[in-house]
């Protein structure tokens, strides 16, 4: 693999890191949300 292509790789992977810790509680809550409805909807 060409080293540019590891290297964007690279930086992909760094930047989605950066982003999911950045919206970890908003990630949360969204669960949160989702089993809620699902519970609803299985009672």
């Known amino acids: 693999m060409p080293k540019a292509v590891r290297l964007v790789r690279a930086l992909t992977v ?9 919206h970890r509680y908003l990630n949360m809550d969204l669960q ?12």
């Open 14 to 22: 760094e930047r989605h890191e950066t982003w999911l810790e950045d």
């Open 32 to 43: 949160k949300e989702h089993k809620k409805e699902a519970l609803r909807r299985a009672a």
